[in-house]
């Protein structure tokens, strides 16, 4: 029987395939190489975006009562401040001291990562260097079409204030009944948004772009999203800068014998739940022994689940696992996977840290499951997805900066380096250039 054959046995919710690199299987080809845009959705943005574009709150106004169901006008696309205090009273002890600890260790973990302004004297007695200020207007997208995402507000509100943004505007869906969720509010007080609008989807992302009569536009756009979001997104860029192509969510595990199947059984389904569909789990092990059983724990521990509908979905379309036959094998096909998060559980697991080349954050050894970087490790969850983690690198607080190269020559610097402007400037075409320089040496 193929390895394609094995994983379109019926009844098997989940697909376990033998891999050897040489020999390539279609079945981790195809898992593999998947898109991290989906063409209809960008279709159905480039629709929406082009009515905000042209009517403003009158098109948003439009598109979240198609979309979402929700008849809201501009005066009340905003959250005010009132309902932040009503949310502080509405959720209870232990959550407030969760954020609070959360919001601590990501607001350490962001100021050790700013880069501070510097300089170096050039060779004839000038300075070269770089400093960072911050942007002045950002935009953060919060999903929330299956779940309340608080972690999410604090991984890139957070971020943004530590960088010393002075305008944080907020965009997440409203329920049916056009409040947001008591715990995402109070993430947001706490972190530090000065606006948030109740408006999701590629409306909000169109608003927060172009601006609209009620909302002022943002120069850059943070924040996860579906594959609608992604897409919309990708079609504003150059009208504001982006953060990353961040969409639904994926995880890899390389493990070998020594790795706890139930662990590593939670830890696919940790990603599986978000509920978008779209979402991938990949474990890669040279352990037939801890593949089997980790079918068995991901069988038993599903059923458990609150969306175990929406888990075997996810089973059935978006996981695999795969028996490499080395380490090595293994390490090379999770680069090559690029997700978004990657687990090493193995022995001396540091050693293999070394070989990753793709991965949006890395959690090494058995005690660093992935909730850790979704909640409150530090480091933000906002990170490349869609095998894009091969050339972008997950959200930081220099996000939410802008470098400035900085050049101040003497005299004797121009002088030094002249000849070589007029040489550039010559092959070039550019006398201009070399007159710019010139001039300054010509006696007056």
Same mark, same amino acid.
Request: net charge neutral.
């Given at each position: 029987?193929?390895?394609?054959?094995?994983?379109?046995?019926?009844?098997?919710?989940?697909?376990?395939?033998?891999?050897?690199?040489?020999?390539?299987?279609?079945?981790?080809?195809?898992?593999?190489?998947?898109?991290?845009?989906?063409?209809?959705?960008?279709?159905?943005?480039?629709?929406?975006?082009?009515?905000? !574009?042209?009517?403003?709150? !009158?098109?948003?106004?439009?598109?979240?009562?198609?979309?979402?169901?929700?008849?809201?006008?501009?005066?009340?696309?905003?959250?005010?401040?009132?309902?932040?205090?009503?949310?502080?009273?509405?959720?209870?002890?232990?959550?407030?001291?969760?954020?609070?600890?959360?919001?601590?260790?990501?607001?350490?973990?962001?100021?050790?990562?700013?880069?501070?302004?510097?300089?170096?004297?050039?060779?004839?007695?000038?300075?070269?260097?770089?400093?960072?200020?911050?942007?002045?207007?950002?935009?953060?997208?919060?999903?929330?079409?299956?779940?309340?995402?608080?972690?999410?507000?604090?991984?890139?509100?957070?971020?943004?204030?530590?960088?010393?943004?002075?305008?944080?505007?907020?965009?997440?869906?409203?329920?049916?009944?056009?409040?947001?969720?008591?715990?995402?509010?109070?993430?947001?007080?706490?972190?530090?948004?000065?606006?948030?609008?109740?408006?999701?989807?590629?409306?909000?992302?169109?608003?927060?772009?172009?601006?609209?009569?009620?909302?002022?536009?943002?120069?850059?756009?943070?924040?996860?999203?579906?594959?609608?979001?992604?897409?919309?997104?990708?079609?504003?860029?150059?009208?504001?800068?982006?953060?990353?192509?961040?969409?639904?969510?994926?995880?890899?595990?390389?493990?070998?014998?020594?790795?706890?199947?139930?662990?590593?059984?939670?830890?696919?389904?940790?990603?599986?739940?978000?509920?978008?569909?779209?979402?991938?789990?990949?474990?890669?092990?040279?352990?037939?022994?801890?593949?089997?059983?980790?079918?068995?724990?991901?069988?038993?521990?599903?059923?458990?689940?609150?969306?175990?509908?929406?888990?075997?979905?996810?089973?059935?379309?978006?996981?695999?696992?795969?028996?490499?036959?080395?380490?090595?094998?293994?390490?090379?096909?999770?680069?090559?996977?690029?997700?978004?998060?990657?687990?090493?559980?193995?022995?001396?697991?540091?050693?293999?840290?070394?070989?990753?080349?793709?991965?949006?954050?890395?959690?090494?050894?058995?005690?660093?499951?992935?909730?850790?970087?979704?909640?409150?490790?530090?480091?933000?969850?906002?990170?490349?997805?869609?095998?894009?983690?091969?050339?972008?690198?997950?959200?930081?607080?220099?996000?939410?900066?802008?470098?400035?190269?900085?050049?101040?020559?003497?005299?004797?610097?121009?002088?030094d380096t002249l000849p070589i402007i007029e040489s550039f400037a010559k092959v070039e075409g550019l006398e201009a250039h070399a007159l710019s320089a010139r001039v300054r040496f010509e006696k007056k």
């Amino acid at each position: 029987m193929t390895a394609e054959e094995k994983a379109k046995q019926p009844g098997q919710h989940v697909r376990v395939v033998r891999w050897n690199s040489g020999a390539g299987d279609s079945v981790v080809e195809r898992f593999i190489d998947r898109q991290a845009f989906d063409p209809a959705a960008e279709e159905t943005a480039k629709a929406i975006l082009a009515d905000i !574009k042209k009517d403003g709150d !009158k098109a948003v106004v439009r598109y979240v009562l198609e979309h979402d169901g929700v008849s809201l006008q501009p005066e009340k696309f905003a959250i005010q401040r009132q309902e932040l205090a009503a949310a502080r009273t509405a959720v209870d002890s232990s959550f407030k001291a969760a954020v609070r600890e959360a919001h601590k260790r990501i607001t350490a973990f962001a100021r050790q990562g700013m880069r501070k302004d510097w300089n170096m004297l050039s060779p004839r007695g000038g300075e070269l260097g770089e400093q960072f200020t911050p942007l002045d207007r950002v935009g953060v997208y919060i999903p929330g079409g299956s779940a309340p995402l608080a972690s999410t507000v604090l991984m890139t509100v957070t971020l943004a204030k530590v960088a010393g943004v002075a305008e944080v505007v907020v965009c997440t869906p409203c329920g049916k009944d056009g409040k947001v969720n008591p715990h995402v509010l109070h993430a947001l007080d706490v972190s530090g948004a000065t606006e948030m609008y109740r408006v999701g989807g590629v409306q909000a992302i169109g608003m927060m772009a172009y601006g609209t009569q009620t909302v002022g536009k943002v120069q850059k756009i943070a924040g996860p999203g579906g594959t609608f979001v992604t897409a919309a997104k990708r079609q504003v860029y150059g009208t504001v800068a982006l953060d990353l192509v961040a969409g639904p969510s994926e995880i890899a595990v390389l493990a070998d014998e020594t790795a706890e199947p139930a662990c590593v059984a939670c830890d696919l389904l940790s990603q599986a739940e978000h509920g978008t569909g779209w979402e991938k789990a990949l474990l890669v092990s040279t352990s037939q022994r801890l593949v089997d059983a980790v079918v068995e724990e991901l069988e038993k521990r599903a059923a458990e689940l609150p969306r175990a509908e929406i888990v075997r979905r996810v089973m059935k379309n978006g996981m695999l696992l795969v028996v490499a036959n080395t380490l090595a094998e293994g390490a090379e096909l999770c680069n090559r996977f690029a997700p978004e998060h990657l687990e090493i559980i193995v022995r001396e697991p540091r050693n293999w840290l070394k070989k990753v080349r793709a991965a949006g954050a890395v959690f090494v050894g058995p005690w660093s499951p992935e909730s850790t970087g979704d909640f409150v490790a530090g480091p933000s969850h906002v990170l490349p997805t869609g095998g894009t983690a091969a050339m972008f690198s997950g959200l930081t607080v220099e996000d939410f900066r802008r470098r400035t190269s900085i050049i101040s020559f003497t005299r004797a610097d121009l002088q030094d380096t002249l000849p070589i402007i007029e040489s550039f400037a010559k092959v070039e075409g550019l006398e201009a250039h070399a007159l710019s320089a010139r001039v300054r040496f010509e006696k007056k």
